[in-house]
């Protein structure tokens, strides 16, 4: 099984920034990609970036292309960096990490999640 924190949410103008922290424990060979997610009533999960346990690879959705990093270390912890904030980023962020080998965006496929870190931007 794999715990999954995170943390660095809040509150910030549009045109700020946050970095979001997911920290991983229990078993974590096991898991072969991380992701954050966002979260929102009207448009329901979707997927931000993708990083690969193991490797360099990263991927973004396109309205995260050019304002969002990915960054995973050996010491378990996944942050997510977001610049130019905008009012639509307003979402609850969650950390997930899947076992299986791919980095794909649908959310079913992640085997463990974290709780949300709430980011509203105004």
């Known amino acids: 099984h794999v715990q999954l924190v995170e943390s660095g949410g809040g509150s910030v103008q549009a045109g700020g920034s946050l970095r979001l922290s997911c920290v991983a424990s229990g078993a974590t060979d096991t898991v072969k990609c991380m992701a954050w997610f966002r979260q929102t009533p009207d448009r329901g999960r979707q997927k931000v970036a993708t990083t690969y346990a193991r490797g360099p690879i990263t991927e973004y959705a396109d309205f995260a292309k050019g304002r969002s990093y990915i960054s995973h270390y050996p010491n378990n912890t996944v942050y997510l960096q977001m610049d130019a904030l905008k009012p639509e980023d307003t979402a609850m962020y969650y950390c997930?990490?899947?076992?299986?080998?791919?980095?794909?965006?649908?959310?079913?496929?992640?085997?463990?999640w974290g709780q949300g870190t709430q980011v509203t931007v105004s």
């Open positions: 997930a990490a899947r076992m299986g080998l791919l980095c794909d965006p649908i959310p079913s496929d992640y085997d463990y």
